[in-house]
């Protein structure tokens, strides 16, 4: 076993009836490591994270923490094990000021020890200023930082994030996840963050851990997933794809837009799709190898998606492009930026 590992899951089995919550999943995850769970609702992300702080009993497989069997030939109950768990709905105590939800899992220490403890982690957190009121009173933000604080304060080893942001507006939870994320990382805390948003998953994450039935798909950094994906399921998790049928001919793909080299070709057969990300057609209104007319434009700020009609093609393409057109332009010019397709 890894000397620095914090989490480890050994071939991990969790069934309700006849479906297969997690199957068979073994992961290493590193001391002061933090993980990004993602995967679209049912994929066992959830389960997992339920697993690991022992509210779920495995029935298969075995789990360490810190190098210590918690669940397998030996179980550790969910108070024993050192984790912190951050809910989705931050289950803050509505009867309790702040403070008091905060010194709620500090019940065993000495008082003033409890006391000191909760009002550290009350400081860093930064809601000394909240100390006295009730969670109703508090915005999603301030809850969200509570809870947390409430999850670090008896010191835990290990931090479970069950989509902590997601009840918060986007502006909002930008900015708590990168206070959040940073206070974890500093506390050297190993961090199993649950989410369904594949940019919060690349953005957050020192490696990303994708779920499907039960199942990992892929894990790595956040450029392994999007730049190599694994599979077609991978590559479209993270980005929308155009997807573009072509024929394989000795190590490339022939399509209307010319041949590729097929350099992350997954799978066999004469037949093939090329995936081009939308950033990966490069639009002008001069210069291009191919002619295209625009059917729809909708403007973002610093970018604009352009629906495109090209000649061979019975279905319209989606480019983004920072380029600045003419506003009353029906026809442009593109060409595909090579280094931005896949075949599979």
């Given amino acids: 076993m890894n000397g620095n590992s914090a989490v480890r899951l050994e071939n991990?089995?969790?069934?309700?009836?006849?479906?297969?919550?997690?199957?068979?999943?073994?992961?290493?995850?590193?001391?002061?490591?933090?993980?990004?769970?993602?995967?679209?609702s049912g994929c066992g992300k959830s389960t997992l994270l339920r697993i690991v702080s022992g509210v779920e009993i495995i029935d298969g497989g075995r789990v360490f923490l810190d190098g210590r069997e918690v669940d397998g030939t030996t179980f550790i109950e969910p108070e024993a094990r050192g984790v912190g768990f951050v809910f989705?709905?931050?289950?803050?105590?509505?009867?309790?000021?702040?403070?008091?939800?905060?010194?709620?899992?500090?019940?065993?220490?000495?008082r003033a020890?409890?006391?000191a403890s909760a009002a550290d982690i009350i400081r860093r957190v930064g809601i000394e200023h909240l100390a006295d009121r009730f969670p109703h009173t508090l915005s999603g933000g301030e809850q969200q930082r509570v809870a947390l604080a409430r999850a670090l304060a008896p010191r835990p080893a290990i931090v479970l994030l069950d989509e902590p942001f997601s009840n918060l507006d986007q502006g909002l939870r930008e900015k708590v996840r990168t206070e959040t994320l940073s206070l974890l990382r500093s506390l050297n805390a190993t961090v199993i963050m649950v989410t369904h948003d594949p940019q919060e998953a690349l953005s957050a994450g020192d490696r990303v851990v994708l779920m499907r039935a039960g199942e990992i798909v892929q894990a790595?950094?956040?450029?392994?997933?999007?730049?190599?994906p694994a599979n077609a399921y991978a590559a479209e998790f993270f980005c929308s794809f155009n997807k573009v049928p072509g024929v394989w001919r000795d190590g490339r793909i022939d399509t209307v837009f010319g041949s590729f080299a097929a350099h992350h070709r997954i799978g066999g057969g004469d037949g093939g799709q090329l995936y081009i990300r939308p950033q990966g057609i490069a639009v002008s209104a001069q210069?291009?190898?191919?002619?295209?007319?625009?059917?729809q434009r909708i403007f973002g700020g610093d970018s604009e998606q352009i629906m495109l009609r090209i000649e061979g093609l019975d279905f319209p393409l989606k480019a983004v492009t920072s380029e600045r057109l003419p506003k009353d332009i029906e026809m442009v010019k593109i060409s595909i930026l090579e280094d931005r397709v896949m075949v599979f």
């Fill in 220 to 228: 790595g950094t956040a450029y392994d997933l999007h730049d190599r």
């Fill in 12 to 40: 991990v089995s969790r069934a309700f009836g006849t479906t297969a919550a997690v199957n068979g999943i073994s992961l290493d995850i590193a001391r002061g490591e933090v993980v990004s769970l993602v995967g679209h």
């Fill in 287 to 295: 210069r291009g190898e191919f002619s295209a007319r625009v059917e």
């Fill in 113 to 115: 020890e409890a006391a």
């Fill in 88 to 110: 989705q709905d931050y289950a803050l105590f509505p009867h309790l000021n702040v403070r008091d939800n905060v010194l709620f899992g500090l019940k065993r220490r000495p």
